[in-house]
Nanobody, 122 residues
Framework: QVQLVESGGGLVQYGGSLRLSCVDS????????MAWFRQAPGKEREFVAA????????YYADSVKGRFTISRDNAKNTVYLQMNSLKPEDTAVYYC???????????????WGQGTQVTVSS
């Protein structure tokens, strides 16, 4: 069973940076594709970025491409999301998720963290 805990959210000004972390307390982290999703108030959860289990493949939403970077350290059971050049529209609760394949849809991921709030002020 994969159990995920996110951290690193907070309040940041327009153009600032944050680094989110997601630690897996299970023992099978290295065999899962990992992803980040986000959900703003009144909106559906949307895909942000994903990385294959070995780290060789990544996929980003167009809205964050060039600004966000996903990475993972399998030795630490941790996936990261480096977020640069943040905009107010990036404000949301950010969730990490684990699944068997590198995908960009919510339904493809069976394990989720509790989320961490990111707020970007203008």
């Amino acid at each position: 069973q994969v159990q995920l805990v996110e951290s690193g959210g907070g309040l940041v000004q327009y153009g600032g940076s944050l680094r989110l972390s997601c630690v897996d307390s299970g023992r099978t982290f290295s065999r899962y594709a990992m992803a980040w999703f986000r959900q703003a108030p009144g909106k559906e959860r949307e895909f942000v970025a994903a990385m294959s289990w070995g780290g060789k493949s990544t996929y980003y939403a167009d809205s964050v491409k060039g600004r966000f970077t996903i990475s993972r350290d399998n030795a630490k059971n941790t996936v990261y999301l480096q977020m640069n050049s943040l905009k107010p529209e990036d404000t949301a609760v950010y969730y990490c998720a684990a699944g068997p394949l590198l995908r960009a849809t919510v339904d493809e991921y069976g394990d989720w963290g509790q989320g961490t709030q990111v707020t970007v002020s203008s």
